[in-house]
């Protein structure tokens, strides 16, 4: 019913106007400067009832393309990737739903321990003791990591590798720069599609910096070779910091036993729905003698006054808590309540599970990659290995042939052209979620595309 949530009548509000010594709402505004204010009414249609409403938007999504009804090859950093029901079960219980910030250990418990537990999971993925509870997404926990390293080594210079997500170098820039972290990079291997290591070590030769930020796969779905890179690193007074995808832990070492120092991840393939895009988790992981530049908390067993067994948070050293202007960092945000998704999902796995589950994405993306040599007009420009995600040269318009794949019901990839000298190219990812039918009608749905 039109105005039924208009909750003030005009008595009501002509009596809080008087309360305080003003004759209209229109003089609550007077200190705002005439040209910036809007002198009509919004642009907006009449009120309709809630049915009317209801029948509209479900009008609008029905036009929505999603990945229930698309076989998707899109990745690009979020994936698709299959969520176990058991989580989604056990994250919807109220005390968790409800939540917020466990200041009050003795009233948080359950939570506490969740967080705790999510830590000692993500250890094991990422081979480092010190995991932080959590950042707000994979290009925030970035640059967590960099600041950290230029907190640690007492420089503000960054050096980078071209191959990282160009969403997660826009958001270096956005923090860093405004704080004079001169920002540096490095390019790729035009044959490998790895990080040039020859000029890597000249310019750690040449120049100090605080560290070297690369990615893994990286956004051409290079596996990156951790060790021999961080050798390099090694060689110079700089820290190594790998933002990775967590599932490659499953399949190779962790990057702590690779010798990386700090370790960052998207932890979205970990039980978290695409949702649009949105929301995420930042995976932070460190050496134990770089503990105290961790941002955001860390939750740790302790024993309270009566000497009992308890969980409480350890270290929070954020800016709108106990550090203020020395925080260890300035984005308050976390992700408590996705951190307990991906724990039950690591959980609900086990180790055994985790890595058949890298496996599978290995295996189906190589077998996709192997039906597609069979095509005339394709091309891999790239020679480096891959996990789940690779760059295919096209014949013709990468646009052109996404848009016919869409008509067919298929999210064929990402236009990754005019990146890194590719003229017409497509970032194609693989999950579990797809068949070997999807994976081969898209092969031939691909063909019909270049012809």
């Not at 996705?338 to 890595?355: K, V």
């Not at 013709?396 to 005019?418: M, N, P």
């Amino acid at each position: 019913m039109a105005g039924s949530y208009n909750t003030h009548s005009e008595q009501t509000r002509s009596e809080m106007l008087g309360e305080i010594g003003v004759e209209s709402i229109d003089h609550l505004f007077d200190d705002v400067p005439g040209e910036v204010r809007l002198d009509r009414t919004l642009d907006l249609p009449q009120a309709i009832s809630e049915w009317e409403l209801e029948s509209i938007l479900k009008s609008h999504s029905r036009c929505n393309q999603n990945v229930d009804d698309f076989s998707c090859l899109i990745g690009g950093g979020k994936y698709n990737h299959q969520v176990p029901a058991v989580v989604d079960a056990i994250v919807s219980r109220g005390e968790f739903l409800t939540s917020y910030t466990p200041y009050q250990p003795e009233m948080s418990q359950g939570i506490l321990q969740a967080l705790f537990e999510y830590q000692q999971l993500m250890s094991k993925v990422t081979g480092l003791p010190v995991v932080n509870s959590s950042s707000y997404d994979g290009a925030t926990a970035l640059v967590d990591a960099a600041w950290m390293a230029c907190s640690i080594q007492g420089r503000k210079r960054i050096l980078v590798s071209s191959a990282i997500w160009d969403e997660h170098r826009e958001v270096l820039d956005t923090y860093l720069e405004p704080r004079g972290v001169k920002i540096s990079m490095v390019g790729i291997c035009n044959r490998t599609g790895g990080v040039d290591r020859n000029e890597l070590e000249e310019r750690l030769g040449k120049e100090e910096f605080a560290g070297f930020l690369f990615q893994s796969p990286n956004s051409l779905g290079i596996v990156e070779d951790v060790e021999k890179i961080n050798r390099i690193i090694q060689k110079s007074d700089c820290l190594s910091v790998l933002s990775f995808t967590p599932l490659l832990s499953g399949l190779l070492k962790t990057p702590g036993e690779m010798g990386v120092d700090i370790v960052v991840g998207e932890g979205q393939p970990l039980g978290i729905h695409l949702n649009a895009g949105g929301s995420s988790l930042g995976i932070l992981s460190t050496k134990d003698c770089y503990r105290r530049f961790v941002p955001g908390r860390i939750v740790g067993k302790v024993t309270d006054i009566k000497g009992n067994l308890a969980y409480s948070l350890v270290f929070e050293d954020r800016e709108q808590q106990v550090a203020r202007d020395k925080a260890t960092s300035n984005i308050c945000s976390n992700q408590a309540m996705n951190a307990i998704r991906a724990c039950i999902f690591l959980g609900c796995y086990g180790e055994a599970g985790f890595a058949g589950l890298a496996r599978l994405n290995y295996a189906k993306a190589h077998y996709l990659r192997d039906r597609l040599g069979t095509l005339k007009g394709l091309s891999f420009p790239f020679s480096g290995p891959f996990f789940n995600e690779f760059v295919v040269g096209l014949p013709k318009s990468a646009g052109d042939v996404l848009a016919y794949l869409t008509q067919q019901s298929i999210f064929g990839g990402l236009d990754c052209s005019q990146k890194f000298g590719l003229d017409h190219a497509i970032l194609i990812s693989v999950t579990e979620n797809l068949s070997k039918s999807e994976l081969d009608h898209f092969v031939t749905q691909l063909g019909e595309a270049i012809r």
